[in-house]
């Protein structure tokens, strides 16, 4: 059982326009919300992060939005830029004393043309 | 500055075969997990490890073990390799006590099992 769907799992955007991915979760005790972007032979790298006490996360081009009552979250990227090409995976989790175990999204591969 | 390292980038391994993948860290931290990752199917928790010589099971723990003898180093066992192991893998780490930090990810080791 998935318990973070993401979509789209593939996204062509035209350069200086607005990406959209979107998660949806279903357990409502996670707490902390990532959003990881990777490149081609390179691990993921942390992206951004929004915990669900706030409904926005703005850095630089990229914001969280967070609708708590719709248990969904979505990264916007602003101005997309040719670099801005990679997959982007969306995560959650819980935090515990012991750790924050993450269970990721299916990840959405953005293509960003000129 | 690379500070979780896989040591191995790519892995042809035989059917049968006992593997070993290693991950050291040097950031010091506490917590540290194996991910595999497919194609539409994202990140998936193979074992995580909250402290020296602790282990615990992820969501697809099948035919595979781990050891943690030194904070640093964590290695993923494959104890007889099977083709449906072959895979993307992903070693991570996060600190204790800054569990809304996120994770730091190796670069994986793309193995293949002929």
């Known amino acids: 059982q998935q318990q973070v769907k993401q979509s789209p799992q593939s996204l062509i955007v035209q350069k200086g326009g607005i990406s959209i991915i979107n998660c949806a979760y279903e357990?409502?005790?996670?707490?902390?919300f990532p959003w990881y972007q990777q490149f081609p032979g390179k691990g993921p790298a942390l992206l951004i992060a929004i915990r669900p006490d706030v409904s926005e996360k703005k850095e630089g081009r990229f914001t969280i939005s967070f609708n708590k009552s719709a248990k969904q979250f979505s990264l916007h990227i602003m101005d997309s830029q040719p670099g801005d090409s990679a997959t982007y995976f969306c995560?959650?989790?819980?935090?515990?004393?012991?750790?924050?175990?993450?269970?990721f999204g299916t990840g959405t591969q953005l293509k960003v043309e000129l | 500055d690379v500070k979780v390292t896989q040591s191995s980038r790519y892995l042809v391994k035989r059917t049968g075969e006992k593997v070993f993948l290693e991950c050291v860290q040097d950031m010091d931290h506490e917590n540290m997990f194996w991910y595999r990752q497919d194609p539409g199917l994202g990140l998936r928790l193979i074992y995580f490890?909250?402290?020296?010589?602790?282990?615990e099971k992820g969501d697809i723990p099948e035919g595979y073990s781990v050891s943690r003898e030194k904070k640093e180093r964590f290695s993923l066992i494959l104890e007889s390799a099977s083709t449906n192991q072959t895979s993307m893998y992903l070693c991570?780490?996060?600190?204790?006590?800054?569990?809304?930090?996120?994770?730091?990810f190796g670069s994986g080791t793309r193995l293949t099992v002929v």
């Open positions: 357990n409502t005790a996670f707490d902390y």
């Open positions: 490890s909250y402290d020296v010589k602790m282990k």
């Open positions: 995560a959650a989790s819980i935090v515990t004393g012991g750790g924050n175990k993450l269970t």
């Open positions: 991570a780490s996060s600190p204790s006590d800054r569990l809304y930090y996120g994770y730091t």
